[in-house]
């Protein structure tokens, strides 16, 4: 197999169905989608595979859906998919996130993005989350009939893995750093009663 097929040197590229210039909107919300998945594999590889089993559960299938969405931007043609996305994928992040959100200790203010290298590369991932997530927002105001899944799905994820970078730190026992100016902003307890 080659990995080089030349038809990128004059700018265009590939689309399920079509083709279009790299640096089209819908290219790049699905170009920001393969980064967000490539700051999830670096995650992994951070966390011990004991301590997170069930992050690293979560991210593994996380990496497939993203690949689904990136599939789903990049289709022009009308053709039904074989694999459809389905609001399942949004429904578990919002239901892994309760649980995480239980475990995580209290929060009152901003946090500054880091701490262990898993936290760090999750949080990572969700600021590309959130660009993918407003060039998905152009190219629904630039395109009709798009699925809205990736869309919602991209808000809940970014979300996912600011919950997950608050527990991986939480289980290493690294605390997470306020921002130091920030108000109270989140009111009230984290934790369900």
Do not use: W
């Amino acid at each position: 197999m080659r990995l080089y097929t030349r038809t990128g040197d004059k700018g265009q590229t590939a689309l399920i169905g079509g083709k279009a210039s790299k640096d089209d909107i819908r290219v790049e919300a699905y170009g920001s989608i393969d980064e967000t998945n490539s700051f999830v594999g670096l995650a992994v590889s951070y966390l011990d595979k004991e301590l997170f089993k069930d992050i690293i559960e979560d991210l593994e299938k996380i990496q497939h859906e993203l690949f689904d969405c990136g599939t789903e931007l990049s289709n022009v043609s009308k053709k039904e998919r074989a694999h459809e996305l389905s609001k399942d994928i949004i429904t578990y992040l919002e239901e892994r996130m309760d649980i995480l959100i239980d475990e995580a200790p209290e929060l009152e203010r901003f946090i500054l993005p880091g701490g262990s290298e898993a936290a760090a590369a999750l949080h990572v991932a969700r600021t590309v989350a959130r660009r993918a997530e407003r060039q998905i927002v152009t190219l629904y105001n630039a395109v009709e009939e798009i699925n809205p899944i990736p869309l919602k799905y991209m808000n809940r994820l970014s979300d996912y893995f600011f919950a997950a970078a608050r527990i991986a730190n939480a289980r290493l026992k690294i605390s997470d750093v306020e921002y130091e100016r920030s108000a109270r902003v989140f009111r009230g307890s984290n934790k369900k009663k």
